[in-house]
């Protein structure tokens, strides 16, 4: 689970593993694979940096994995 803020100043936890998309529109908007749909006052990359020390607490990436493209 990752930490987040609405716009309102509220914090809720969010399950990383139904994050579909993570955008920018300014406001940062995450989509989840149920359709719902949040916006948040973390930026895109604090984001990806939840859900990536998320998913290396829970053993699903290497501990040396940074994230990008396989290019």
């Known amino acids: 689970m990752i930490t987040l ?6 914090s809720f ?3 990383a593993f ?3 998309t993570v955008e920018a529109f300014p406001d940062t908007t ?4 149920n359709g719902r749909r949040y916006v ?3 930026s895109v990359d604090e984001v990806n940096v939840q859900s990536l020390d998320f998913f290396r607490k829970v053993n699903l990436l290497d501990p040396g994995f ?3 493209s396989a290019d």
């Open 5 to 10: 803020t609405r716009l309102n100043g509220k």
């Open 13 to 15: 936890t969010l399950n």
């Open 18 to 20: 139904y994050i579909e």
């Open 30 to 33: 995450i989509q989840l694979t």
């Open 40 to 42: 948040v006052k973390e």
């Open 66 to 68: 940074k994230g990008g």
